[in-house]
């Protein structure tokens, strides 16, 4: 369940005055997520998400909202936020930042066929290029700064194998990011966490992107890798199903052509990509943060993940 801080409907109906969604008429608990709390809530105006971000800051939010609101406006399928009579986008609710966005139709799509990953292969290109011109910067704070400040926290955990994969994987990781062809890849915003949860579809129609508060910026691959790794495997297996890497990666390149640096970079970074998730499941599972109120997701799926790309060779980018 993962409501940590209630709100009930009294609170709301003072609290969203100050916004222009008419009188407040429900409010339900998500139970799913694990980061924040979550709550669907109708009012005069529709349906909308109610977020009380509970690790973020008020300081860390606006990036993340404004960058929501930007791919908005540009057409890209996000969350639009709305912000109250001040202009603001995120508020105290209870003492903690809160933020109201526009509620996507339809449900994520767990079992995606090649149609499913060509359609979010396409929109993340179009992400990609909407948040070109987006002025707020963050680096991505899961990145490779992150990875090494953490390896060390987690290593004495592990068997003395996944030691060494992890003491390697960094190894190989730094080296590749300080590369010239790395220095070279297109960057901006990016997702950073598009797995199946945070799509939703209404049948086979794409509808949205939702769950943006791990974004920064980082090189456009890695977010493709990152989708990659979780949209187009075998979940038994990590293995990749050729048919829907080739979909996802054929509807991206229509949209946005790789270049030959990222050819070049594609199995570093689809290794790079598995690491990233092994090592933050890793530091869930050893060192859980003391509101965390969910079984924490498993690190040996990204530890066969990340085994199984350095063993096999990647598909191509592009013909
Ligand atoms: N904008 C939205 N539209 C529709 N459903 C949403 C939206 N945002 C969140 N949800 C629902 O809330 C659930 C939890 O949201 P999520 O952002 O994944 O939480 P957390 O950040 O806590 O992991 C999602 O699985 C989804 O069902
Ligand atoms: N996608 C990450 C964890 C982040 O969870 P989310 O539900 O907020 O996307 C993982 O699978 O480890």
Not at 225 to 249: K, S
Not at 257 to 265: H, K, L, Q, R, V
Not at 285 to 299: G, K, N, Q, V
Request: aromatic fraction near 12%; charge should be negative.
């Amino acid at each position: 369940m993962a409501v940590f801080t209630a709100v009930s409907l009294d609170d709301l109906t003072h609290w969203i005055e100050q916004f222009p969604l008419g009188k407040a008429i429900a409010i339900k608990g998500i139970a799913s997520g694990i980061e924040n709390s979550n709550f669907f809530i109708t009012t005069e105006r529709g349906e909308f998400v109610l977020t009380i971000f509970e690790n973020l800051t008020f300081e860390q939010l606006p990036f993340y909202l404004q960058l929501m609101r930007h791919l908005a406006e540009r057409g890209v399928l996000v969350p639009a936020p709305v912000a109250n009579a001040q202009g603001e986008l995120v508020v105290p609710l209870h003492g903690k930042p809160a933020a109201i966005v526009s509620k996507l139709d339809g449900t994520s799509q767990m079992q995606p066929q090649p149609l499913h990953c060509a359609a979010v292969g396409a929109m993340v290109a179009q992400m990609h290029l909407a948040a070109r011109d987006f002025p707020l910067s963050q680096p991505n704070l899961r990145g490779l700064d992150w990875w090494t400040e953490t390896t060390p926290k987690v290593l004495p955990f592990l068997s003395s194998d996944n030691a060494a994969l992890l003491r390697a994987e960094m190894a190989f990781q730094h080296a590749f990011a300080t590369g010239e062809a790395y220095a070279r890849l297109a960057r901006g915003p990016v997702h950073a966490d598009l797995f199946r949860n945070n799509v939703m579809f209404d049948g086979d129609r794409l509808t949205g992107f939702f769950d943006f508060y791990f974004a920064g910026c980082d090189t456009w691959l890695f977010d493709l890798a990152v989708t990659v790794n979780d949209w187009c495997i075998v979940p038994e297996t990590g293995v990749l199903d050729a048919a829907r890497v080739r979909a996802m990666l054929d509807a991206y390149h229509a949209v946005r052509p790789f270049t030959a640096d990222e050819a070049a970079s594609w199995h570093a970074m689809l290794r790079a990509a598995a690491l990233r998730f092994w090592l933050s499941r890793l530091y869930d599972f050893y060192l859980p943060r003391e509101a965390e109120m969910l079984t924490p997701h498993d690190p040996s799926h990204f530890e066969r993940i990340l085994r199984e790309r350095i063993a096999t060779p990647a598909p191509g980018l592009f013909a």
